[in-house]
């Protein structure tokens, strides 16, 4: 029925076109009908080649850490187990801003389309997200762990949660801060690198693209190295690479609109068991550093907190091989785990 | 009436307020002078002059980041990089 009324085009003009003769019917509706097939399927057509031809499809990943506030003094509970993080003010890791301000930047120089905030974390992480967010991240990503869990969370588990998630949100960057202030580990960075099997920019304190290559920059021990990297590739933030926003009230009240997705570490397949167990903490004293007895390894956390740090005692729960040699107590880069 | 620019000042102490917080000597100082910088000047009517106020608020505001930032900077610069002096 609809054939033979049926409307070409729409507005002022559509009252102008008489409707066919039945006769006529059979031939007049198929060639409207394919004429807007056509149409639609080119049009299809042209944007899937409009964006595999784009160079913005990248996806940049960016891990964030919700950490200890960098000015505040450290404190170890009376049990020994571990530090105070109750009612103590928590912001994002600097150099994790470090490493957003640099995603963002690539954003606004149109080299990457989309970035990706993410965090691991109980429920307060948001919070970091939401900072992230507000500093110009796209949308965040809140991988849910909590309790036990969260405790154990080490660089090795968080490594495996970023890889996975860097393969299914097929990101050509990832990058993350160089360490985090309250464990100091550095290690995070190079091991998603190895897990994807990507090449590393660690260390970066300069990064341009050239090509379809990474410039990166990095500050080693006596002075600069340059490196070329192809993509997609891991760079890891140093102090210098840029000088990060700070999220003003009006930004953070335009990130109340993007979204986080809640992920569960199950969903993305990783097995979140850690290989180490905290003993004991203790604060620091000067110039201590008898820690080795066996397979029992000292390990320096929030020791850069200014005079007062924590001392933890860490056993291995399997094999690993270990970093041998002095444990040197101005060593900005602890040698274990 | 300088309503029109209410809304902005609004903003303004608004944001102002949000900075102080991370202030080093305290939100509650901040927040205290805060309120008589923006009391003191509670009956200006003339928008060329309310406008001159708002940005001078907004000088502040860039001053207030520039001394978070650099006090982040110079706290991390000293504990994770050596000095050579």
């Known amino acids: ?337 | 009436m300088a309503n029109p620019l209410r809304g902005e000042v609004v903003k303004l102490y608004k944001s102002l307020l949000f900075l102080g917080r991370e202030y080093p000597k305290g939100a509650n100082y901040f927040r205290d002078r805060l309120k008589t910088a923006f009391m003191k000047n509670r009956d200006e009517t003339d928008p060329e002059k309310i406008k001159q106020l708002i940005a001078r608020g907004e000088f502040v505001i860039k001053e207030l980041e520039a001394l978070y930032y650099l006090r982040k900077y110079r706290a991390l610069k000293k504990r994770y990089y050596e000095t050579n002096e």
């Open chain 1, 1 to 337: 029925f609809w054939s033979s009324r049926c409307l070409i085009g729409f507005g002022p003009g559509r009252f102008r076109y008489t409707p066919p003769t039945t006769t006529f019917t059979g031939i007049t509706v198929k060639p409207v009908r394919l004429v807007l097939r056509l149409v639609l399927k080119s049009l299809d057509e042209c944007s899937r080649s409009a964006e595999k031809k784009s160079e913005n499809m990248a996806r940049v990943l960016v891990g964030v850490k919700r950490v200890i506030d960098y000015a505040v003094k450290i404190r170890v509970k009376p049990d020994r187990t571990g530090v105070v993080t109750d009612g103590v003010k928590h912001s994002m890791n600097p150099f994790c801003e470090i490493a957003v301000e640099e995603a963002v930047k690539l954003k606004e120089k149109k080299i990457v389309k989309e970035v990706v905030a993410v965090s691991c974390g109980p429920q307060q992480v948001q919070e970091t997200i939401r900072t992230a967010l507000a500093m110009g991240a796209d949308r965040g990503i809140h991988v849910e762990v909590s309790g036990k869990e969260y405790e154990s969370l080490g660089p090795l588990q968080v490594s495996k949660i970023m890889a996975a998630l860097a393969k299914k949100e097929e990101a050509k960057i990832v990058i993350l801060g160089k360490q985090a202030i309250d464990d100091d580990c550095n290690q995070t960075g190079q091991m998603t690198a190895a897990l994807l099997d990507w090449p590393q920019g660690t260390f970066a304190s300069e990064v341009t693209v050239d090509g379809d290559k990474l410039k990166v920059v990095r500050e080693i021990d006596g002075g600069l190295e340059t490196i070329k990297i192809s993509l997609p590739a891991v760079l890891t933030a140093d102090l210098r690479l840029n000088t990060p926003r700070y999220a003003t009230l009006p930004n953070i009240m335009k990130a109340k609109k993007k979204k986080i997705a809640n992920v569960k570490p199950g969903d993305l397949g990783v097995d979140l068991t850690s290989r180490v167990e905290v003993l004991r903490s203790q604060q620091g004293a000067t110039g201590s550093s008898d820690a080795r007895e066996g397979a029992v390894l000292g390990r320096w956390t929030n020791r850069r907190n200014g005079p007062n740090w924590a001392f933890e005692t860490v056993a291995f729960l399997a094999p690993i091989p270990m970093a041998t040699g002095p444990i040197q107590n101005h060593d900005p880069r602890p040698c274990c785990v």
